[in-house]
């Protein structure tokens, strides 16, 4: 049986969705996978499918860590004429979809739209719910519904599909501390992931310096259960939280109070492998602080704390002024770089090797 499914994540990570779930399906002894980067030209969007048993991509795509949602695409059409709202209430009717088939299912529909029309998400989402109870009726409700149906419209094109997911695969369990801003999981998986490939192997020391929460720490630990993680953070309450929550997700790890740019003194003791870090974008460090400044002693105080054949992976904001820190401290070296879109900001991924 041949599956194919579209999966969601951040703008700029499609690829490693396609990436982590081929080799997810080589290993299950799944066949014929293909992928597909921004189906429909919608970014942020990854293709796949494969042939295996029925349910068998399912159920790897719904253990992925690059991703965020899943759907099982139902249809997709162009939409004509002057009626484009009747249009889609009108091809939803159509649609034979087994998950709303059992009697009593609650379903719910969101839509997300792109481009220029003459309606709204709102408009769409009230119109393909009522195409549903034109087929059969079935109760609408938007917090506890058993089905949730996708109607996204992109420029003329309007696709359907049944998600899968009912939260974010980024979000991975309950955490005892939470703070209001904390970095996706799927982000800091990413960040791991470019750090290290499967190719180079596991690190041995890995090193967070702008910790937080511990997200970065926690992805680490449950991709790599060997290695050692250490963190660092200036807020005396994340630092505690972040020792919470790996304690709770049953991973050891050394986390101190302290200065990410005084890591060299944080951390004499240490020396580490592999860095990853979601340094501030700015409102944290205060008005004055020059961000040019911020990188430049950042990149000195690691330079003092990492073994030789380091390679650092950093979420930067301040693109322009991360180059110029990074041209007067020469010690490393950018390998790869890419933009994606975080809540609406567009940070670039910088993976350095230490090359002095």
Same mark, same amino acid.
């Given at each position: 049986?041949?599956?194919?499914?579209?999966?969601?994540?951040?703008?700029?990570?499609?690829?490693?969705?396609?990436?982590?779930?081929?080799?997810? +399906? &080589? @290993? !299950?002894?799944?066949?014929?996978? %293909?992928? /597909?980067?921004?189906?429909? *030209? $919608?970014?942020?969007?990854? +293709? &796949? @499918? !494969?042939?295996?048993?029925?349910? %068998?991509? /399912?159920?790897?795509?719904? *253990? $992925?860590?690059?991703?965020?949602? &899943?759907?099982?695409?139902?249809?997709?059409?162009?939409? /004509?004429?002057?009626?484009?709202?009747?249009?889609?209430?009108?091809? &939803?009717?159509?649609?034979?979809?087994?998950?709303?088939?059992?009697?009593?299912?609650?379903?719910?529909?969101?839509?997300?739209?792109?481009?220029?029309?003459?309606?709204?998400?709102?408009?769409?989402?009230?119109?393909?719910?009522?195409?549903?109870?034109?087929?059969?009726?079935?109760?609408?409700?938007?917090?506890?519904?058993?089905?949730?149906?996708?109607?996204?419209?992109?420029?003329?094109?309007?696709?359907?599909?049944?998600?899968?997911?009912?939260?974010?695969?980024?979000?991975?369990?309950?955490?005892?501390?939470?703070?209001?801003?904390?970095?996706?999981?799927?982000?800091?998986?990413?960040?791991?992931?470019?750090?290290?490939?499967?190719?180079?192997?596991?690190?041995?020391?890995?090193?967070?310096?702008?910790?937080?929460?511990?997200?970065?720490?926690?992805?680490?630990?449950?991709?790599?259960?060997?290695?050692?993680?250490?963190?660092?953070?200036?807020?005396?309450?994340?630092?505690?939280?972040?020792?919470?929550?790996?304690?709770?997700?049953?991973?050891?790890?050394?986390?101190?109070?302290?200065?990410?740019?005084?890591?060299?003194?944080?951390?004499?003791?240490?020396?580490?492998?592999?860095?990853?870090?979601?340094?501030?974008?700015?409102?944290?460090?205060?008005?004055?602080?020059?961000?040019?400044?911020?990188?430049?002693?950042?990149?000195?105080?690691?330079?003092?704390?990492?073994?030789?054949?380091?390679?650092?992976?950093?979420?930067?904001?301040?693109?322009?002024?991360?180059?110029?820190?990074?041209?007067?401290?020469?010690?490393?070296?950018?390998?790869?770089?890419?933009?994606?879109?975080?809540?609406?900001?567009?940070?670039?991924?910088?993976?350095?090797?230490?090359?002095?």
């Amino acid at each position: 049986m041949r599956t194919r499914l579209e999966i969601t994540t951040n703008r700029g990570l499609e690829d490693l969705v396609i990436e982590e779930l081929r080799r997810l +399906a &080589v @290993a !299950a002894g799944l066949t014929d996978f %293909a992928g /597909e980067h921004r189906p429909h *030209g $919608l970014p942020g969007w990854a +293709a &796949v @499918a !494969a042939e295996g048993p029925p349910g %068998a991509l /399912e159920a790897l795509a719904l *253990g $992925l860590r690059s991703a965020l949602h &899943v759907v099982r695409p139902i249809h997709a059409f162009t939409l /004509e004429g002057d009626d484009p709202l009747g249009q889609i209430q009108a091809e &939803v009717a159509a649609l034979d979809i087994p998950e709303l088939a059992p009697e009593g299912v609650r379903f719910r529909v969101t839509s997300r739209r792109t481009g220029q029309h003459p309606f709204t998400s709102e408009d769409v989402q009230r119109v393909a719910g009522a195409g549903v109870r034109d087929r059969a009726w079935r109760a609408v409700s938007l917090k506890d519904f058993d089905v949730e149906l996708r109607v996204d419209v992109r420029d003329a094109r309007c696709l359907v599909g049944v998600q899968l997911t009912r939260e974010p695969l980024a979000r991975r369990g309950e955490r005892p501390y939470l703070p209001h801003m904390a970095l996706q999981a799927n982000v800091a998986w990413a960040l791991l992931h470019l750090a290290r490939p499967e190719p180079a192997g596991p690190p041995r020391e890995l090193l967070d310096p702008f910790c937080g929460s511990g997200t970065i720490l926690l992805e680490a630990a449950a991709r790599w259960p060997t290695v050692h993680v250490a963190g660092g953070d200036t807020s005396e309450a994340s630092v505690a939280g972040a020792r919470a929550n790996l304690a709770a997700a049953g991973h050891a790890g050394e986390i101190r109070v302290g200065d990410a740019r005084e890591a060299d003194r944080l951390w004499a003791d240490r020396r580490f492998d592999t860095v990853v870090s979601n340094p501030p974008f700015g409102k944290r460090i205060g008005p004055n602080m020059s961000f040019t400044q911020l990188f430049g002693e950042l990149l000195r105080a690691l330079t003092a704390v990492t073994t030789p054949d380091a390679r650092v992976a950093l979420l930067v904001y301040k693109r322009g002024a991360f180059n110029q820190a990074l041209r007067e401290h020469p010690a490393f070296a950018v390998r790869h770089a890419r933009v994606i879109e975080l809540g609406g900001l567009h940070p670039a991924i910088l993976v350095l090797d230490r090359v002095a």
